[in-house]
């Protein structure tokens, strides 16, 4: 059965962001040992070490707003999908919203799926 990448990748993103947003602490059964995260130019690998860093965060109130989410098919035989999000960043009582990029590549694994990669950049003009 061929999977519905774009309604997996809107899924996954609504999930992700308000999880994210409330208590980002709790992302860590998304990831695994072998993920990857890069947060700008922080490259880091493990579940451990990548909820270590999304809770370092210097801020405690965010709000993440999606522009534009696109996603593919990665692989004809193993159904991950690549996820792309252009979006605006609101932090603490901050009026002026960021921009941002992130790509997720979407790995399955028993009935679901965990964030193989994790690319995060801040887009400044």
Do not use: C
């Given at each position: 059965?061929?999977?519905?990448?774009?309604?997996?990748?809107?899924?996954?993103?609504?999930?992700?962001?308000?999880?994210?947003?409330?208590?980002?602490?709790?992302?860590?059964?998304?990831?695994?040992?072998h993920s990857m995260l890069t947060f700008e130019t922080s490259q880091?690998?493990?579940?451990?070490?990548?909820?270590?860093?999304?809770?370092?965060?210097?801020?405690?109130?965010?709000?993440?707003?999606?522009?534009?989410?696109?996603?593919?098919?990665?692989?004809?035989?193993?159904?991950?999908?690549?996820?792309?999000?252009?979006?605006?960043?609101?932090?603490?009582?901050?009026?002026?919203?960021?921009?941002?990029?992130?790509?997720?590549?979407?790995?399955?694994?028993?009935?679901?799926?965990?964030?193989?990669?994790?690319?995060?950049?801040?887009?400044?003009?």
């Amino acid at each position: 059965m061929a999977v519905n990448f774009q309604a997996l990748a809107e899924e996954f993103t609504k999930f992700y962001y308000a999880q994210f947003d409330s208590d980002r602490a709790q992302l860590g059964n998304l990831y695994r040992d072998h993920s990857m995260l890069t947060f700008e130019t922080s490259q880091l690998q493990g579940a451990k070490n990548i909820i270590e860093k999304l809770v370092s965060l210097p801020f405690q109130k965010v709000a993440h707003r999606i522009s534009t989410l696109d996603a593919q098919p990665s692989s004809p035989t193993v159904g991950s999908v690549i996820v792309m999000v252009t979006g605006e960043l609101l932090v603490d009582e901050e009026q002026n919203p960021q921009r941002y990029s992130q790509v997720f590549h979407l790995v399955p694994e028993g009935g679901s799926y965990y964030v193989f990669n994790d690319i995060f950049r801040l887009n400044y003009s």
